[in-house]
């Protein structure tokens, strides 16, 4: 089939020679693995050419922080304590969900940051903004109760300044007390996960059906 010529050039070029033509070098490296299969078709560009930068990736890489997080804690919670305690990779596995969890605040602060200074809260789309910081303000309490559950000393040191802090009467009548193990185990792997999730998905889906803001 014959192909005419002025239609040609208007096609976009992705080959790796116009992408260092466009981006760099650096960059044309990096994005390569975005062209080859089977990975193309999940990286397939759909976001505006303003949504091109490295500072609109920070909520994806958030969102990734926070799949790991819940494949290394399916993991913990089924081999428990004693593995994760006594084990070396049970102990690494711990180690890197520890450090995860500290990208997933780093990256959701710089998400937020973002988000604030090209003026995509305004709007309709404030209702995202509100449910981006509530999922950031219930992080914080997942947080505190996966130290509680380490089970190391720096998990009786919080335990002892939160129940002198916060978990007093009548807080919640003392149902959630750094003392119960199960509970504060629950409350992190099951309860919080779960709702976390539900407002994640709720957060991506408006990002899809309202589209990303233009910037200020």
């Known amino acids: 089939m014959l192909v005419d010529n002025d239609e040609a050039q208007d096609e976009p070029a992705n080959g790796f020679q116009d992408r260092v033509a466009e ?26 050419f303003y949504a091109e930068s490295y500072w609109y990736c920070m909520g994806g890489i958030t969102f990734l922080m926070f799949i790991y997080l819940t494949i290394t804690g399916v993991m913990l919670a089924w081999l428990g304590p004693f593995w994760w305690l006594t084990n070396s990779v049970g102990q690494v596995i711990k180690a890197t969900h520890y450090w995860s969890a500290q990208a997933f605040f780093f990256f959701l602060v710089l998400h937020l940051i973002r988000v604030w200074a090209t003026g995509a809260y305004r709007g309709r789309r404030w ?68 709702i976390m999730f539900a407002l994640i998905f709720a957060h991506v889906t408006l990002v899809r059906v309202q589209g990303i803001a233009r910037p200020l």
């Open 127 to 194: 209702l995202n903004w509100a449910i981006g910081t509530v999922v950031m303000l219930i992080g914080l309490g997942q947080n505190l109760f996966g130290i509680l559950a380490r089970g190391d000393w720096e998990s009786q040191f919080v335990s002892m300044h939160s129940d002198n802090m916060l978990f007093v009467e009548p807080f919640f009548f003392r149902l959630v007390s750094p003392a119960n193990f199960t509970t504060d185990f629950a409350l992190h792997v099951v309860v919080i996960p779960v």
């Open 23 to 48: 981006h760099g070098r650096t960059r044309a490296v990096l994005e390569t693995f975005a062209y080859l299969p089977p990975w193309g078709a999940l990286f397939k560009k759909s976001a505006p």
